[in-house]
């Protein structure tokens, strides 16, 4: 929304002009298909965000064009790669089969009975 004048949804000519007023005072070389992708990155990124959804709201045809945007920032891998670690240790280590055996009544029934020796 505009914030001069009468409250309005901001035109494109208008969005533009704002970018190029920036470019020019930070030396930046922004334009607006920058924050497509920097959406795109936010929304691909959140757990909560079905990456069909994220397709949808960017129109894309394919979804291997979508699963570009699924970059896996260090910081966050650091984190879950300590944290399985870190749950890895603190559960208890995972037993071998218990011991069993067959009962000698049921291997009769299934072989017939043994001689005696």
């Known amino acids: 929304m505009t914030v001069r ?3 309005r949804p901001l035109s494109y000519e208008a969005l533009r002009a704002i970018i190029t007023r920036v470019n020019r ?3 930046t070389n922004l334009v ?3 924050f497509r992708h ?3 990155i936010r929304l691909a990124s ?3 965000v079905p990456i069909t959804d994220v397709q949808a709201h960017l129109r894309h045809k394919r979804l ?3 699963e570009v945007y699924l970059v896996a920032r260090p910081e966050e891998v650091i984190v ?3 944290a399985h670690h870190a749950a890895e240790r603190s559960s208890p280590a ?3 089969p218990s011991r069993w055996s067959y009962d000698d009544s049921d291997l009769d029934v299934l072989l017939g009975p043994r001689p005696e020796v």
């Open 80 to 82: 879950n790669v300590q």
């Open 94 to 96: 995972p037993t071998g």
């Open 64 to 66: 291997s064009s979508t």
């Open 25 to 27: 005072k930070l030396s």
């Open 5 to 7: 004048g009468r409250p």
């Open 38 to 40: 920097t959406c795109a």
């Open 32 to 34: 607006l298909h920058d």
């Open 46 to 48: 959140d757990p909560t």
